[in-house]
């Protein structure tokens, strides 16, 4: 544990790290998924099945696969990160770093896509059709009236999936962003008797994110209730 | 009193609004609608009774697409009922629909489902939206509730919000599919009452009912259905005195015996 105390700077900017992962990609994901939830349960049969073809291949893959995809094949097909490189204070957001948020955020955003899709079928059907009565075309069925109680209907399988995105962004630590777990690693290498100590500061690190997060949906659910 | 004689006047003379020709629909092998002819003028009032099962909602939902047909067409105004997308969108806006279970946007306020449409289909302005929405609740009777939601009101209140959210869209033509089945029998009459007030303002209006009471008064034709099909159709003085069909008479038998 004092190896991570006597070097902390290091220890909260690899959180840094895992944090910008995770609320980049957590926010793409959303958008995504919502995307891919109106495509899924849209009168458009090809991106009906566009849309199905793609939840069910990428859901069904190991993200490390996705990642090697990113991080191995996309170069050789000329998708790259190059051109990201932003500087902010001491946190370097480069290829690296782009590549892993396409990859949780592609991968993320089919679970996003079928927690709203449950919710989508929670609303009742009267909604929907009460919404097109009134003249409402299919964008504005779904984004006036179907979306948003599909969203509160989804709130606590959304939040396990964004909790799952926090966890997964160690995931990055194996394709070379210095996020917490790539640290970790770094500080076990260099202090190997003081491994426990370590694994604790660093699963206390994540404890405090999921925390966050959990306590966020809850007040949501909360609030969004009655209406 | 005015608004009357003039509803009655244009349900006389009145030329055809809604028009059913030949229509057909089959669920599966159940032939639900079969061979519908129907016409319903600008400012008529017409009930369309019937048991269970008869038809009757399939038929109503059909003319706003809600439902599709196999066979036949329906048109509104002279226009053909168009295939989906944004012109289906826009027929929809010019039919008013009240359902049997209100269908009220559960996570919007009563102001707001009245507003919705006139704002986001109509392109209304909101604050004009808003007093016009306030007029027409007050004239249902639920002007006082505006700023509450939907589960907080009683069914009657909730479905004469659901007619006010209908007029809105200064609809040709209001269609209401059974609106008083899922009402407490309380809350029938303060419902039925709005229904009148509209008839009488000369709305085009076609209602399915089990309200034998509303049929008599409002109605300036009762269609009765049985078995997917029209069995008989009449002024409602003489269906309910003198009905010539068998399964008329039998099923007046049935519900006006007590």
């Known amino acids: 544990m004092n190896a991570v105390l006597d070097d902390l700077d290091a220890y909260l900017q690899a959180f840094g790290y895992t944090l910008a992962l995770f609320v980049i990609s957590g926010l793409l994901s959303l958008v995504l998924g919502t995307v891919l939830v109106a495509m899924r349960v849209g009168p458009v049969a090809v991106l009906r099945a566009a849309a199905t073809t793609y939840v069910t291949t990428v859901r069904n893959t190991p993200l490390v696969i996705v990642f090697a995809f990113f991080a191995f094949f996309a170069p050789i097909i000329n998708i790259r990160f190059t051109w990201l490189d932003v500087h902010i204070g001491r946190f370097d957001f480069t290829e690296l770093f782009g590549a892993a948020v396409a990859s949780l955020s592609l991968y993320t955003c089919t679970f996003v896509c079928e927690a709203l899709r449950a919710g989508v079928n929670a609303v009742p059907l009267g909604?929907?059709?009460?919404?097109?009565?009134?003249?409402?075309?299919?964008?504005?069925?779904?984004?006036?009236?179907?979306?948003?109680?599909?969203?509160?209907?989804?709130l606590p399988p959304l939040a396990s999936v964004q909790i799952a995105l926090i966890k997964n962004t160690s995931v990055a630590a194996v394709f070379g962003v210095a996020e917490a777990v790539a640290q970790m690693r770094t500080f076990t290498n260099s202090f190997a008797s003081q491994r426990l100590g370590i694994f604790i500061a660093f699963a206390i690190g994540y404890i405090v994110l999921v925390e966050v997060v959990s306590f966020a949906a809850a007040r949501a659910e909360r609030r969004w209730r009655i209406a | 009193m005015t608004l009357a004689a003039e509803g009655a006047t244009s349900a006389a003379t009145g030329e055809p609004l809604v028009v059913l020709d030949h229509v057909d629909k089959w669920f599966g092998d159940l032939h639900v609608l079969r061979d519908i002819n129907l016409t319903v003028n600008r400012g008529e009032v017409v009930v369309v009774i019937g048991p269970s099962g008869s038809g009757k909602s399939t038929l109503?939902?059909?003319?706003?697409?809600?439902?599709?047909?196999?066979?036949?067409?329906?048109?509104?105004?002279?226009?053909?009922?168009?295939?989906?997308?944004?012109?289906?969108?826009?027929?929809r806006a010019e039919v008013g629909m009240v359902f049997q279970s209100f269908n009220l946007f559960a996570h919007k306020t009563i102001l707001e489902n009245v507003t919705l449409g006139p704002i986001k289909v109509r392109k209304q302005d909101k604050a004009q939206a808003e007093t016009e929405a306030r007029a027409l609740l007050d004239r249902v009777g639920v002007g006082h509730q505006a700023a509450k939601y939907p589960a907080q009101l009683s069914g009657g209140q909730q479905q004469r919000v659901a007619i006010a959210r209908a007029l809105a869209m200064h609809p040709k033509v209001m269609l209401f599919d059974e609106p008083t089945s899922a009402l407490d029998p309380e809350m029938i009459s303060e419902v039925l009452d709005v229904m009148v007030d509209l008839a009488k303002g000369g709305m085009t209006m076609i209602v399915v009912t089990h309200e034998m009471g509303f049929a008599r008064t409002?109605?300036?034709?009762?269609?009765?259905?049985?078995?997917?099909?029209?069995?008989?159709?009449?002024?409602?003085?003489?269906?309910?005195?003198?009905?010539r069909s068998d399964r008329a008479k039998d099923f007046l038998g049935k519900i006006l015996r007590h």
């Open chain 2, 60 to 91: 109503c939902r059909a003319i706003n697409r809600l439902e599709t047909i196999d066979k036949g067409s329906i048109s509104l105004d002279g226009e053909p009922l168009p295939q989906e997308g944004k012109e289906l969108a826009n027929l």
């Open chain 1, 127 to 154: 909604q929907a059709e009460a919404a097109r009565a009134i003249g409402l075309p299919f964008g504005g069925v779904m984004t006036n009236v179907v979306l948003p109680q599909a969203f509160r209907a989804a």
């Open chain 2, 218 to 243: 409002a109605a300036d034709r009762v269609v009765f259905m049985a078995d997917g099909a029209v069995a008989e159709e009449n002024t409602p003085d003489e269906f309910f005195t003198n009905p």
